[in-house]
């Protein structure tokens, strides 16, 4: 499957890209021909057309939101760099322990950047907190109908109360964390291909 | 693989028969009767077709009863139930008649009962998960299976050197090897019976399942390689003698598999041309299916193979073609046989064992046995499953680990495999049917009544580290869902290249060869009966006052809303959710204060209600219950909420766009869609005015499952064919406006191209796909694809 066009040479800013996100090249090659299956009319980018062409995420809950987040700051298109750069918040915790330089920046998927993207997900006006009503809309979605609107509300209400701890009625990044911290999130969010 | 001479039911039931009828009517019809007889017993005619009549019967109402309380069935698995019945009965019949009459004929056993169980296996096995797990399936089923026979038929005869085993059971190395091979087979019907009761993951499932099914090869290559090395007694062996039994496993396992594809593809020829015939639909698929089994049979490759290939490729055009009366019939029918089959079988197992004229005890062998095939079986899979695991995309955890090796269960075939020993060539036979006897009823009573408590501990075990609080239990869920969107995003389900590839020969070649040309012209038609569509809510929502579509004979469901919900009670919710959605049952009794209970509730509530992600599905393959899956219920759920989501979203930015005025266009007839659907999309709020549907250009949405994945739109997809169509409508404006500050669409390259679909952003794009499947459909055009152009060819 890798060998049909293999080089990649092919991929533009591929240094950077590595650089930055701690890929593979066999991923990244792997990435590459995704992102051209995916952009079919080959403009170079994609669109969020191009994305919701997914039909299994029309069937996902979240998936609407997942196809935002590939598209941050209201662009309309997203190119392979940051197509690549979402994605490697999936990429498995690497092994090497402790033996980093400090002072640069944590990389893509380490733990806290892992739960950041999920945390982006439900913070829809990116306010930093997650609100009682963002919460609401988070439920709605991913609770089936026999789920009636006051269950609903007191499941909100229940959960915003447990994780909230300063009192302010909302869940800040770090509440967020803290309530997750029994989780084992690198197992979660990750996907094992994406080395 | 058997003696097919052997007498099929008429023996033993013609030998029940002169068993029941101690006092025979002397010369019935040899001299005429004295005077006219007003009534005549004529037992002996009716005497074979009643006596099976009366069994099946009897093996049904027994069923009945066993359902009757509700509390047995949910301890006791149904197959249990019927072997002890099946020792009841026989035992009623050993005292009356003074000799075991009914046994399980390894004849009946493999021409008539055990096919339908491997029909409808074959047929109703999700093909998508099947091919994604098809490595793991195969290293199981035939490493696991030489292994397992290996090793336990070694094992045991270092027990009998050992001198564990009487003297008396005369026997040698080969002797053994010929039993581990037929005891190590994982049987199917058992496998299914009992998972069915046990809910597991999808993957597991079909892990074992499969593995139950392929290893028919194997097995039937190990028995009859060892019987014929036992024949030829072990000295004549040679080398050439292996490698073609090593040969012979290839041609068995690849024959198999080619006889049943080559009658799926006669089966779905002759479908194509049943037009006028709808009647006979059923009876085809059974019939080449049937013949598919005997076919294989008679050139002794693997028969279950052949089935359940002949199932797996039939199914899609065999579904396209065939009316949708038909399928519900052949549906049914499948299931009833099976189910019918399955019963039938379990219950002359018990019978089965009553006759102790066929079978010799010794206990060092049959305890020797018992503890080996669990021992390496479960060693097995946990060798395999680490390497497995080297490979796997999401690898199989302890928990999975031990389900495998736990629910390994033995049953009916290994049964009929050892009663077609020939015992002047395997002088032990008789103990190997004891043997035999008691391990298939340990696994089937013992592992089969043991494994679903078993499962429910070790997940509650899992679980009980953390406790989790109802945020966790939320962001749980939450992330899996976020996992299996970027999973699909990055397109990772395996051997994607070759998929892509068979799906483009299928499309190409396939389908307009074994499909109804009608079956995919009729799905460029909107209106088409075929599907249940929710127009009307599709209408209703995006119609700010234009026409209604009418009169299409179509039963619109309506899309559920919260709050035209009625009021479930949490216990309601939590029998619907299931056995696997909320272990913490025990939570709720253990809690005294009204606040915590309280929180049990909620916990509850949300447990219950959660959409499952891909990961926790239940496996859906049941022979006893025809019911909706939950997973369709659900993702039809999510997929509507998603429509209406993102055309809310559409709508919202089409209001940003300023339109001047609402021209009607004139839509040229083009073999897509459109006609019949009115649709009306208010561009400035304004409703539209009298358009008649020729006048707009409707453009259709559809929403398809992208990737093809037929089988596994045919879980989204339902056999009910349902796609939302959401009808929207384009307007020049659009199209001559050309650019626009609409924030959804990129503009680049619109300029200059009048294209309907820019704007519009949903529509409808069958073409000729050759979409065969009625799939869910969701396809996003962008501008300068040639769909688009198409159906943009206008003023």
């Given at each position: 499957m890798g060998s049909r066009s293999s080089h990649a040479a092919l991929i533009p800013d591929v240094e950077n890209i590595r650089r930055e996100t701690g890929f593979s090249q066999a991923s990244l090659l792997r990435l590459y021909h995704r992102f051209r299956a995916l952009d079919r009319s080959k403009k170079g980018y994609l669109s969020r057309v191009d994305l919701q062409q997914i039909g299994a995420l029309a069937v996902n809950p979240l998936g609407d939101r997942i196809i935002d987040s590939f598209f941050p700051d209201g662009s309309q298109r997203v190119d392979f760099s940051g197509f690549v750069r979402v994605l490697?918040?999936?990429?498995?915790?690497?092994?090497?322990?402790?033996?980093?330089?400090?002072?640069?920046?944590?990389?893509?998927?380490?733990r806290t950047n892992k739960l950041r993207f999920a945390f982006q997900l439900y913070d829809?006006?990116?306010?930093?907190k997650i609100s009682r009503h963002e919460m609401l809309q988070v439920l709605r979605l991913m609770v089936g109908v026999q789920v009636t609107e006051e269950q609903l509300e007191s499941i909100t209400d229940r959960t915003v109360q447990e994780a909230d701890e300063d009192g302010d009625g909302a869940v800040s990044f770090l509440e967020f964390t803290k309530s997750l911290e029994k989780m084992d999130i690198e197992q979660k969010m990750s996907i094992r291909i994406l080395k | 693989m058997l003696r097919a001479a052997l007498p099929l039911l008429g023996l033993p039931l013609a030998a029940a028969g002169a068993a029941e009828e101690p006092t025979q009517e002397p010369g019935s019809w040899g001299e005429p009767p004295p005077g006219l007889a007003l009534f005549r017993w004529q037992w002996h005619e009716v005497e074979a077709p009643y006596l099976v009549a009366l069994w099946i019967l009897v093996a049904s109402l027994a069923k009945i009863v066993f359902h009757l309380s509700r509390k047995v069935t949910s301890l006791v698995p149904e197959s249990c139930l019927l072997i002890l019945l099946g020792l009841v009965l026989g035992g009623i019949v050993l005292a009356v008649a003074k000799k075991a009459e009914y046994q399980l004929e390894p004849g009946t056993f493999f021409l008539f009962l055990l096919p339908p169980i491997v029909l409808d296996s074959g047929y109703f096995m999700p093909s998508r998960l099947f091919f994604d797990n098809l490595g793991a399936i195969l290293t199981y089923a035939v490493v696991g299976t030489l292994w397992n026979a290996f090793t336990t038929g070694a094992a045991l005869w270092g027990l009998q050197q050992a001198g564990?085993?009487?003297?008396?059971?005369?026997?040698g190395l080969l002797d053994f090897l010929l039993f581990g091979s037929l005891i190590s087979a994982v049987d199917p019907v058992a496998v299914l019976a009992v998972f069915e009761e046990v809910h597991v993951n999808e993957t597991l499932f079909i892990i074992v399942f499969g593995e139950s099914l392929l290893n028919d090869a194997v097995t039937v290559v190990l028995y009859k390689v060892c019987n014929s090395f036992v024949e030829m007694g072990s000295a004549n062996v040679q080398v050439t003698d292996y490698l073609k039994g090593v040969a012979s496993l290839f041609v068995v396992s690849l024959g198999g598999a080619a006889v049943g594809l080559v009658f799926a593809f006669l089966l779905a020829l002759t479908t194509r041309f049943t037009k006028r015939v709808r009647i006979i639909e059923p009876l085809l698929v059974f019939l080449l299916a049937y013949a598919a089994y005997l076919t294989a049979e008679m050139a002794s490759l693997s028969a279950i193979l052949a089935v359940t290939m002949c199932g797996l490729g039939c199914k899609k055009y065999v579904e396209a073609n065939i009316s949708h009366k038909s399928r519900t019939a052949v549906k049914y029918t499948m299931k009833t046989l099976a189910s019918c089959a399955e019963t039938v079988i379990f219950m002359l197992l018990g019978i089965s064992a009553?006759?102790?004229?066929?079978w010799a005890w010794d206990s060092g062998l049959v305890l020797g046995t018992l503890f080996f095939i669990l021992f390496f079986r479960a060693l097995g899979v946990v060798l395999q499953t680490w390497m497995l695991n080297q490979f796997r995309l999401v690898p199989l955890d302890k928990i999975d680990q031990v389900v495998m090796s736990y629910g390994g269960l033995r049953g009916a075939v290994a049964f009929a495999l050892v009663i077609l020993l020939d015992r002047t060539k395997v002088p032990a036979k008789d103990y190997f049917v004891a043997t035999t006897i008691v391990v298939v009823f340990f696994t089937v009573i013992v592992q089969g009544l043991t494994i679903k408590p078993l499962v429910k501990w070790l997940k509650v075990k899992r679980s009980e580290h953390h406790k989790p609080t109802l945020n966790q239990e939320l962001h749980e869920h939450t992330f899996d869902h976020i996992l299996a969107a970027v999973e699909d995003v990055v397109g990772h389900h395996g051997y994607h290249y070759w998929r892509d590839r068979w799906e483009q020969f299928d499309k190409k070649y396939l389908s307009q060869l074994l499909m109804r040309r009608s079956a995919y012209r009729i799905r460029d038609q909107i209106w088409d009966v075929y599907y249940r569509l929710n127009i009307r809510d599709a209408i209703s929502f995006v119609d700010q006052g234009g026409h209604v579509l009418s009169s299409t004979g179509l039963t619109l469901p309506s899309m559920p809303s919260r709050n035209s919900v009625a009021e479930t009670s949490v216990t309601n919710l939590l029998r619907e959710s299931g056995s696997g959605a909320c272990l913490d049952l025990q939570v709720i009794d253990t809690v005294r204060s009204g606040r915590d209970r309280e929180d049990a509730v909620m916990h509850h509530l949300l447990c219950g209600g959660l959409y499952k992600p891909r990961r926790r599905y239940k496996a859906s393959c049941s022979r006893h219950f025809i019911s909706e899956d939950a997973q369709e219920r659900q993702d039809k759920e999510i997929f509507q909420q998603n429509m209406k989501r993102r055309l809310e979203s559409f709508k919202s930015t089409k209001h940003n766009i300023c339109f001047t005025k609402n021209k009607p266009r004139t839509r040229?007839?083009?073999?897509k869609k459109k006609d019949g659907v009115a649709n009306a999309e208010a561009t400035n709020g304004k409703p539209p005015r009298d358009l008649g549907f020729q006048d707009t250009a409707a453009v259709i949405l559809t929403v398809e499952s992208e990737e093809e994945e037929e089988s596994d739109s045919s879980e989204t997809e339902k056999e009910d064919d349902e796609g939302i169509i959401f009808v929207a409508r384009a307007t020049s404006e659009v199209l001559q406006e050309g650019?626009?500050?609409?924030?959804?669409?990129?503009?680049?390259?619109?300029?200059g191209q009048h294209t309907v679909c820019l704007q519009c952003t949903f529509y409808v794009e069958w073409r000729n796909h050759g979409l065969a499947l009625p799939l869910i459909q969701h396809v996003f055009i962008s501008p300068d694809s040639d769909c688009c152009a198409q159906v943009a060819r206008v003023s």
């Open positions: 490697a918040h999936f990429r498995p915790i690497d092994d090497d322990t402790g033996v980093r330089d400090p002072k640069q920046p944590e990389p893509l998927n380490s829809l006006d990116q306010d930093g | 564990l085993v009487a003297p008396r059971v005369q026997a009553v006759d102790s004229s066929k040229k007839a083009s073999r650019k626009f500050s609409g924030p959804v669409l990129d503009t680049e390259n619109t300029e």
